[in-house]
């Protein structure tokens, strides 16, 4: 059965940080990547980061780079997102994905 759980939202004041993690199950993980994308309300969902399990290669959405990270561990078959000097701009839901499948969402609260 494929799954994906996202966990480590929260609330945050502004400049804190937090580490989100993707939790997936029924893949080869190692064979695919995995994307981050989030959607605050009112707004269209967007695409956050995307990494490339087999070669590591990663990408940024203009407004997280240089303040987001993302990485994966093939053996724990987890992506995280790690996410520094947040903004109150960053609020919204997160979502991990792989694959055509997502998760449930973790919610972000940063607080100015």
């Known amino acids: 059965e494929v799954q994906l759980v996202e966990s480590g939202g929260g609330l945050v004041q502004a400049g804190g940080s937090l580490r989100l993690s993707c939790a997936t199950s029924?893949?080869?993980?190692?064979?695919?990547?995995i994307s981050w994308f989030r959607q605050a309300p009112g707004k269209e969902r967007e695409g956050v980061s995307c990494i490339s399990n087999r070669e590591g290669d990663t990408s940024y959405v203009d407004s997280v780079k240089g303040r987001f990270t993302i990485s994966s561990e093939n053996a724990k078959n987890t992506g995280y997102l790690q996410m520094n000097s947040l903004k109150p701009e960053d609020t919204a839901v997160y979502f991990c994905?792989?694959?055509?499948?997502w998760g449930q969402g973790t919610q972000v609260t940063v607080s100015s």
């Open positions: 994905a792989m694959r055509g499948f």
């Open positions: 029924g893949f080869t993980f190692h064979d695919y990547a």
